[in-house]
T-cell receptor, first 114, second 113 residues
Framework: SQTIHQWPATLVQPVGSPLSLECTVE??????LYWYRQAAGRGLQLLFY??????ISSEVPQNLSASRPQDRQFILSSKKLLLSDSGFYLC?????????????FGPGTRLLVL | KNQVEQSPQSLIILEGKNCTLQ??????????LRWYKQDTGRGPVSLTI?????NTKSNGRYTATLDADTKQSSLHITASQLSDSASYIC????????????FGTGTRLTIIP
C-alpha cells in the first residue's frame, strides 16, 4: 500500500529564516505530487505540483519554492520566511482510478512564523 | 470562476443524532466530487468520490449524494459518534487530468456527548 510521509510535524521559525519541508511517498512510482497550504478557516490552496523529477509547476507567486530531486521526494523551501507563511502545509499524491483521480494527503506540517 | 461553497460553516450536534452537510459548486467541466474528513492537525482523508453519473455513494455511516443538474452535493452522517468530530471538505475536480482541484472551506462538525 502507498504511504506518504511529511516532516517535521511542527515547526516554529523566526521571520527571515530559511525553510525546508520534506515529503516522501512509498509504494508507488512516478507519482504526481502536490504541496498545499491551509490557512485557518480557509480552503486548501495549491502551491506547487510536480509530474516528475525536476518538473515543478507553481500556482501562486510567493517566496516559496519547490524541488523534486528524486521520484518520490518533494521538498518545499524558502530562503526567508514571512509572517504570512504561517499555516498548515500538506503534501499529496494522486492516484488514477476507474472513477477518476483521488488525492491522498500526508499528515501535514504545522508552521508558525514568529 | 470555479467555486465550491459549503454550509453550514460549523455544526454542533448530540452524539447519536444524524446530520447533513451541504456543498454547492460552480465547477466546469465537472469530473468528480469528493468528500474528505480532516481531523484537527491531520491531513484530509477521502470518504467518498462520485462522478456525474452517480447520485449516491455510501461509506459506512457516511452517505454522499450528488445532483449534477443543480450542482449540489450533501454528506449525511447517521448515528453520529464522538470520533466524527472533524472538518468535512468538499472537493470538485474540473476535467479528468486537470491538476487544479477546487476546495470548499469545509464544515466544522462537533459531536457532543
Amino acid at each position: 500500500s502507498q504511504t506518504i510521509h511529511q516532516w517535521p510535524a511542527t515547526l516554529v521559525q523566526p521571520v527571515g529564516s530559511p525553510l525546508s519541508l520534506e515529503c516522501t511517498v512509498e509504494g508507488t512510482s512516478n507519482p504526481n505530487l502536490y504541496w498545499y497550504r491551509q490557512a485557518a478557516g480557509r480552503g486548501l490552496q495549491l502551491l506547487f505540483y510536480s509530474v516528475g523529477i525536476g518538473q515543478i509547476s507553481s500556482e501562486v507567486p510567493q517566496n516559496l519554492s519547490a524541488s523534486r530531486p528524486q521520484d518520490r521526494q518533494f521538498i518545499l523551501s524558502s530562503k526567508k520566511l514571512l509572517l504570512s507563511d504561517s499555516g498548515f502545509y500538506l503534501c499529496a499524491w494522486r492516484e488514477f482510478g476507474l472513477v477518476g483521480e483521488t488525492q491522498y494527503f500526508g499528515p501535514g506540517t504545522r508552521l508558525l512564523v514568529l | 470562476k470555479n467555486q465550491v461553497e459549503q454550509s453550514p460553516q460549523s455544526l454542533i450536534i448530540l452524539e447519536g443524532k444524524n446530520c447533513t452537510l451541504q456543498c454547492n459548486y460552480t465547477v466546469s467541466p465537472f469530473s468528480n466530487l469528493r468528500w474528505y474528513k480532516q481531523d484537527t492537525g491531520r491531513g484530509p482523508v477521502s470518504l467518498t468520490i462520485m462522478t456525474f453519473s452517480e447520485n449516491t455513494k455510501s461509506n459506512g455511516r457516511y452517505t454522499a449524494t450528488l445532483d449534477a443538474d443543480t450542482k449540489q452535493s450533501s454528506l449525511h452522517i447517521t448515528a453520529s459518534q464522538l470520533s466524527d468530530s472533524a472538518s468535512y471538505i468538499c472537493v470538485v475536480s474540473a476535467g479528468f487530468g486537470n491538476e487544479k482541484l477546487t476546495f470548499g472551506t469545509g464544515t466544522r462538525l462537533t459531536i457532543i456527548p
